[in-house]
C-alpha cells in the first residue's frame, strides 16, 4: 500500500510548511518532476550546467528541503539534485508500493535516469544513506561514488532505543535557540526552520519495507567508492564496529568516525558534513 497523509487538512498543513521552508533554499532552482513505475518523484535541480553531478537523499520522513543549509556550497561547484523520496512526505506521490529493496533500487535508477545520462554522486543521510548504497549493491552503472552520512543498513535498528533518540531530538527542537547554544551543537535557526515541517510529517503515514541490514557479499559486490561518515555515538550502530567489519570486506570502502556526534550527525556538524561531500566528490578515485 502506498504512503498517505492521514487526511486532506494534514496534507494541507505539510504543504504549506513546505512552501514556507522553500523560501529558504539558497540558490536559484527548478523543480522536475520524474516519471518512475512507482509514481512522479520531485527533483529540485540547482547549479550550473556542467560538472559531475550531486544527487541528494534525505533521511526517513523527511524531504529535499532538509539539504537547504549545504545548498549554497554544493551548488556553486556541481549540479546538484535533491529528491523527495517515493514513499515518504514530500512532493513525490507514490501511486505503485515501493514495497522491497528491489523496488527502491529500481526507482531510484530510473529517477538517476531521468535527471542526467552521466554518472553521479549519491549522497545521502539516514535512510538516504542506505537507498544509495542499496543501489550501489546491485549496480554500478549510474554512479560514480556513494557518501553514506550516517547511513541505515549496518545493524539491526533497535526500535524502542531509536524511538528514545527520537523523543529526545524532538525535545531538542523545541527549546529557543538560547537553549539550543548551550546544550546541542549545529545552528538553532536549521532546526527552527525545519520543525514545522517535521511535526507535520508526523500525519504522513508511510509503508516502508522493513530496514535490510547489508550482507557481506552485498557489501564486496558495490564496485565504486563509498565513504562512511559515522556519528561516534550513533543511535543505530556502533560506529566503530561498522569500521571494522567493512575495512577487510571493500577497499573501496572508507569510513570516518566523528567524535561526539549522534545519528544527527548533519544537524551537529553541517560544515564538515558539506566539505566531505564536496572532498568526495571532487577526489580521484584513482
Do not use: C
Amino acid at each position: 500500500m502506498p504512503g498517505t497523509f492521514t487526511d486532506p487538512e494534514a496534507q494541507e498543513r505539510y504543504f504549506a510548511a513546505y512552501a514556507k521552508v522553500l523560501r529558504k533554499w539558497p540558490v536559484p532552482s527548478e523543480e522536475l518532476d520524474i516519471a518512475t513505475k512507482f509514481g512522479p518523484t520531485r527533483v529540485r535541480r540547482s547549479g550550473p550546467e556542467h560538472g559531475t553531478p550531486i544527487v541528494l537523499l534525505h533521511g526517513v520522513m523527511g524531504s529535499s528541503l532538509s539539504w537547504y543549509p549545504h545548498l549554497a556550497e554544493l551548488a556553486a561547484r556541481h549540479p546538484v539534485y535533491a529528491i523527495d523520496s517515493i514513499g515518504e512526505p514530500g512532493h513525490s506521490v507514490e501511486t505503485a508500493s515501493a514495497s522491497t529493496d528491489d523496488d527502491l533500487a529500481e526507482w531510484l535508477s530510473e529517477v538517476l535516469a531521468g535527471i542526467s545520462q552521466e554518472k553521479v554522486y549519491l549522497a545521502g543521510v539516514s535512510r538516504g544513506g542506505f537507498l544509495a548504497l542499496n543501489l550501489a549493491t546491485r549496480s554500478a552503472d549510474q554512479i560514480a561514488g556513494v557518501i553514506g552520512l550516517e547511513p541505515a543498513g549496518f545493524a539491526a535498528i533497535s526500535v524502542p532505543k531509536f524511538i528514545l533518540w527520537s523523543f529526545t531530538e524532538i525535545f531538542l527542537w523545541l527549546l529557543p535557540a538560547a537553549v539550543q547554544r548551550q546544550i546541542v551543537a549545529g545552528d538553532p535557526a536549521v532546526r527552527h526552520t525545519l520543525r514545522p515541517l517535521l511535526f507535520a510529517s508526523l500525519k504522513y503515514k508511510a509503508q516502508l519495507p522493513p530496514q535490510h541490514v547489508f550482507t557481506d557479499d552485498e557489501l564486496r559486490a558495490i564496485e565504486v567508492p563509498v565513504r562512511l561518515v559515522l556519528g561516534e555515538r550513533s543511535h543505530i550502530h556502533r560506529a566503530r564496529e561498522v569500521a571494522a567489519r567493512v575495512a577487510p570486506l571493500n577497499p573501496l570502502i572508507s569510513t570516518e568516525i566523528v567524535p561526539g556526534t549522534t545519528h544527527a550527525l548533519t544537524l551537529q556538524q553541517p560544515d564538515l558534513v558539506t566539505a566531505h561531500v564536496l572532498d568526495f566528490a571532487e577526489a580521484d578515485p584513482g
